[in-house]
Each structure stands twice: as C-alpha cells, then as structure tokens.
C-alpha cells in the first residue's frame, strides 16, 4: 500500500443510524438531528466511536433521500446544517466520527443542475448527465426516459425513475455522444463531487460512505475506469484532509481498496457468496442453511472460500467491512433466534477489518414483514421501522399519533427494546457492549491485527480462529464440541457454557468463546 491509513480506523466500530427511523424529538413522527444528538451517549455506550448518517440532503424523497435535490443542504424535516454541525461538535467532544452518506452515481430529477442539463441551449450543465441522441430508440443496454425534457434525447437512469445519471463517461467509446472520463464534462462532475465533500468536511464531517460507488463510469467492465475517477477523487481530498475516511458500497475490495484506493469496503449480503452463506441463506434450495442457524447444516468453509482470498489480496490495501446488516436487508433478526444473533455478531465483531452495527440490531429488532413500502423501500421497510427504545408510546421513538408516524412500531414484540434489555445482564445489548469492549481492550481483535484460521470443516459446525495472541472459537449447533488439539489459556469472554478438559475446552451447545492463549 503506498498511503497510510488514518489511525483512527483502526479501533473503529460504527453505528448506523436511519435518520428518519431513530429518535423524533418534535412530535411530528419523523425522526431527526436533534433526536440523533440527544441519543449520542447511548451510541457511545455500546463502544461504538463512530456513526454513518443514511442521507439527510434536501430531497423528494422518493428514495428515501438517496435521490438528492440539494446535497449541501439539510432536509428541513431533519432540522437545519447548524443541526448538523453541532451534531458533529457533541460527537467530536465524545471522541466519535462521524460519516455521511455520499451519492456520487445520480441526483434527483429535482436537482438544479438536471434542470439546467434537460434544457434546449448549451449551457455549463448540459453535460453533467448522460444524454443520448437515440431520442426514439433510447440508450442501448441501459434504462433510460424520454419526452420529460425540452432537450432533444434521452437521459440515463442510474436506479429508480426520478435518478438521472450523473455523467463520469464511458470506458468504451461505441457512439458519437458518449463522452471519455475525460473530457470536459466528466471531469466537471468529479470536480463537483470534490467540492460537495470539501463543503462538509470543512463543516466537521469525517468522512463518507459512498453509494454505488461502482456506478460511475459505463461500459467498464473491469472497473479500471471508475477506480481512476476514485483515485483523483479521494486523493485531492487527503490532501487537504488526510484523516477523512471512506467507505465504499461495492463488495469487491479487489476493485475497491486496490483499484480506487476507498480505506473500506462493505462486505456486502449477495445471494450465495461467503456472507450471504452465515445469517442469510434461508432462500436456497432445501431450506435454510446459515452457518449460524441452528443444526441447520451450515459450512463455515463456504463463508471461507469466500472471504479468505479477498483478505489475503487486499489486507494491506485496507479494511474489508463486515456489517449486521443495513437499511437495505432484511434485519440479522429475520429467521434467527436471539442466541443465533449472538454468536454471528461475536465472529463479526472479532474478525479484521472495521465492523458496522445498524442501529437496533444490538436489540435484536424484529423484521417487519408484509409492510406497504415506504419511500421507495419495497421490501426493504421492514428494515427501516422506529428504533424501540422503550415499551411505552411509540416504543419512545416519538410523542406523535401513531398514525402520523414515518414507519409503525411493532406493537406484536416491544420486547426487545433498550429499557428493558439495559438491566438484563444477559441481553443481547449486554451482549453488544461486552463483545465491543473486549475488542476495544484488545488490540490483537482490532481493524488490522492476524488472522490465522486454526480448525474449520465442511462437516462439522465448530470454527476455530486466531487473533494474535487471542482463540476464539464458535459452536453454532446443539451439541457439544471438544476445541481441537491442547487449546489452552485465560477466557477473556465467553456466550453460553463451557467446560475444561485436561487438554482444553469443551464448548457447550450454541456457545462463543475468546481466550489469551497459553
């Protein structure tokens, strides 16, 4: 790796939050700033010391604010930009980062600068989106829209209807209307880009996750292009603040860390690759089959297979991101039970690399199926429902009319909720806290100590690893499991029941445990 990664990555757990889901602090049943603020010691109090804000931009939310109008303004329903600031100084004064959520790849149809580029005379915005001439039969091989503007052409889409594409050029040049990364009007959105970042890190911000930052430049198969714009991007940026960091939404760290030089990379949940295969692989044929499910028939070397040539390839690149989920998949809690969360979270949260704890997960917050989409959500919604910080009105996410909430609480389990789980040294946000402080006290657990893999088989569920001078082992079944060889040492931490051996330990049915090797 020829840059230094900014220290501060190094012991960073992040929180995310939801802004429109996680603490209303007006009654008008949509979360916001000063909600978010007043919640700050809670965060901190699970160890994490850092926090990603979904979008919070002016916008018309028909993607939940990922279809930005104005990406240097604060969406009134949230508050103002001074609400933002001093969101920033209170989580400064309590030693956290805090990240935005950056959405490079489109705007808003609603977006000044696609208003000036939809029309008819040449003018400074005319090429910051895509614009084909093929006005009756489109842009071939991509979504497009037509008959919206007075320009003459057609636009490209980048995600939903109302998301124009941002304009970074084309890898292969196939038509006289396509544009290189660099020619003018690509080069004008990177700089556009650089300039929204600079406005807020000036403004205290830390850093960003980036949305689809894959998305950028078309026809570019290996990526090459899109990681050269990122290149330029994030390397004007360090030079003015070079301890920002930046998380990329791409799940190939092959691409993201080498090829664009991002300081992360989401392992992202896909259908069948390592993730998907340890708490989301319930949709295969033959039943669920997630390591973490109970005797379910799960394969740790699966996730392995996965994983491990990603890690070896990228570890000195910088840190791939495990996340307990997100806004955009089902909650961890879907299909698992309480102790099954415990466990994946105790691997997550011990593996290298910079972990991401969505908000809600330390309760293990239900999933709520079945809800009318909101905010282009689809599916997606279920995932998106108030924070449950108590069993009283709104489970406390809001003084409002239940019915003039963003999202409903789910009245049928309010079980799980921070009042009752804080006095219960047992629950799963007791949990949270105690895996999150070993890993703060230990830096062989933080971003960027070892990973030796000690025991895992196909056929049997007991996976051993090694962190430094710290065994950790897991037992997702229902059965005991002898650890391998003369595994010895001081427990550090343990979920479930263990029982010494004269050569080691036996672990208990569904049971983690991390010890300091003799």
Known sequence: MNRKLPAWLEDAVFYEIYPQSFQDSNGDGIGDIPGMTARLPYIKSLGCNAIWLNPLFDSPFKDAGYDVRDYKKVAPRYGTNEDLYAFFAKAHALGMHVFLDLVPGHTSEEHPWFKESGKAKKNAYSDRYIWSDFWLYGIPNHPYIGGECERNGVYMLNFFKCQPALNYGFARIDYPWQQRPEDPGPMATREAIKDICRFWLSHGCDGFRVDMADSLVKEDADKKKTGEVWQDILGSLRKEYPEAAFVSEWSNPVQSLKGASFDMDFYLDHPGNGYNTLVRDYETEGGDHSYFT???????????????????????????????????????????????????????????????????????????????????????????????????????????????????????????????????????????????????????????????????????????????GIVLAVNPSGAERVLPGETKGTILYAIGQQRSLEKGLVLGPQSFVALRAE
């Open 294 to 468: 109970k005797d379910a028939g799960g394969d740790i070397t699966r996730f392995l297979a996965d994983y491990l040539p990603k890690y070896e390839r990228t570890r000195s690149d910088g840190y791939i991101s495990f996340l307990t989920g997100n806004h955009d998949t089902p909650r961890i809690r879907n299909q698992h039970s309480v102790r099954e969360v415990a466990l994946s979270l105790a691997l997550l949260f011990t593996l290298p690399g910079v972990p991401f704890l969505y908000y809600g997960d330390e309760l293990g917050m239900p999933y709520q199926k079945d809800l009318p989409t909101k905010e282009g959500g689809y599916t997606r919604t279920g995932s998106r429902t108030p924070m449950q910080w108590s069993a009283g009105k709104n489970a406390g996410f809001s003084e409002a009319d239940p019915e003039k909430l963003y999202l409903p609480v789910d009245a049928d389990d309010l079980t799980c909720n921070v009042e009752s789980e804080d006095g219960d040294p047992v629950s799963l946000l007791n949990t949270v806290r105690a895996l999150l402080a070993l890993r703060h006290s230990e830096k062989d657990l933080q971003a960027g100590g070892d990973l030796q893999i000690v025991y895992a088989a196909a056929e049997d569920p007991l996976f051993v690893y090694r962190r430094g």
